[in-house]
């Protein structure tokens, strides 16, 4: 069946740093693809998402490109901030599934450090 | 800015009891969801509705578990004779009726149940 792979967390940085958060999945067809962030005692938000391959998904200086050849998804972030420190979920749905449900990762823990 | 807002925040219960989760989606979306995180383990997908009536369920979702819209704002989940394996973190989601492959769904602060 269908998933999603995430690297192994907590993932710790000091401030600029340069971050990448490794995704993979496992689906035939096309899938949607997203990021989520989890800041402490809120609820999941949208990061970014991308709805085909080679698109390239971007919000508040982060991105990711669906790579249908490496079915990956990787997070990217030039230069982090503190503000960054939350727990980032890579997701896919189906499109054809009319119920539309998000199948997670593990969630990647980022902690930045001044 | 529109939100989802789940309570409580925290409930406490004994094994066998049953427990409501309540969810109020954003009001004009039309497509509602429970998923639950085991502490340490994988968001898992529940349950989806629309129109009323369950159009997805997952493996975890067994005859213990139901979901309502009793009115037009609130969203439920009831876990009818709890389990210690229940305790997790329930989260609810919603969406508008939007093409499909967009599929952003907004989620509350979540549940975090323990049964003792």
């Known amino acids: 069946g269908d998933s999603v792979t995430q690297m192994e967390g907590p993932v710790t940085l000091s401030e600029e740093a340069f971050l990448t958060i490794n995704c993979t999945y496992t689906?035939?067809?096309?899938?949607?693809l997203f990021w989520y962030v989890q800041y402490p005692g809120e609820g999941l938000q949208l990061l970014l998402k991308?709805?085909?391959?080679?698109d390239k998904g971007s919000n508040k200086g982060f991105e990711a490109t669906y790579r249908k050849e490496t079915t990956s998804f990787h997070l990217e972030k030039g230069s982090v901030q503190v503000s960054d420190s939350a727990v980032y979920f890579c997701a896919l749905s189906r499109i054809y599934n009319q119920g539309g449900k998000l199948i997670f990762g593990q969630g990647t823990e980022l902690s930045v450090k001044p | 800015e529109p939100e989802v807002t789940q309570t409580p925040s925290h409930q406490v219960t004994q094994m066998g009891q049953e427990v409501i989760l309540r969810c109020v989606p954003i009001s004009n979306h039309l497509y509602f969801y429970w998923y639950r995180q085991i502490l340490g383990q994988k968001v898992e997908f529940l349950v989806s509705f629309y129109n009323n009536e369950i159009s997805e369920k997952s493996e975890i979702f067994d005859d213990q578990f139901s979901v309502e819209r009793p009115d037009g704002s609130n969203f439920t989940l009831k876990i009818r004779s709890t389990k210690l394996e229940d305790s997790a973190m329930y989260f609810c989601?919603?969406?508008?009726?939007?093409?499909?492959?967009?599929?952003?769904?907004?989620f509350g602060a979540g549940t975090r149940l323990s049964v003792l």
């Open positions: 689906a035939t067809g096309y899938p949607s």
């Open positions: 991308a709805t085909k391959a080679d």
């Open positions: 989601a919603s969406r508008q009726q939007e093409r499909l492959a967009k599929n952003i769904q907004y």
